[in-house]
């Protein structure tokens, strides 16, 4: 059985938690929150950082690898398409997503932030 560990506010947890439904794979879930991060989940998640499950054979983090991993290990419904232009597509797309939307409007989320506090402060 696997367990996703994690919250479900970072998009990557629930990039990984949607990906284990359309599967139909049995999974638990566990609270991690990266803030409070200790040699146990440095042990599975080298950077402290959330998601990363824990399987039968170890723990996996990085959640593109994750991704990779529960569509070759599980049967069912599959999630890359068989045609290589077309999966090809599919991962530029998750780069895409991943390098130049995710991390820039997070970016932009913590100015959002410290504006916010500075106006607070005022
Ligand atoms: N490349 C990682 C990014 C994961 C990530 O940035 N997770 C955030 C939460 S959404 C986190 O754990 N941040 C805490 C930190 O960076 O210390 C992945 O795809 O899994």
């Given at each position: 059985m696997i367990t996703l560990h994690g919250f479900p506010i970072s998009n990557y947890y629930n990039k990984v938690k949607l990906a284990l439904l359309e599967k139909s794979v049995p999974f638990t879930e566990e609270f991690v929150h990266p803030k409070n991060a200790d040699a146990a989940v440095f042990a599975m998640s080298p950077l402290g950082k959330i998601p990363f499950i824990r399987t039968p054979q170890g723990a996996l983090c990085e959640s593109q690898a994750i991704m990779e991993y529960i569509e070759a290990a599980y049967p069912g419904?599959?999630?890359?398409?068989?045609e290589p232009f077309a999966a090809a597509k599919m991962r530029e797309l998750i780069t895409f997503i991943d390098l130049h939307l995710e991390l820039v409007a997070r970016e932009l989320y913590t100015r959002k932030r410290a504006g916010a506090g500075q106006k607070a402060a005022r």
């Open positions: 419904a599959a999630l890359v398409p068989a």
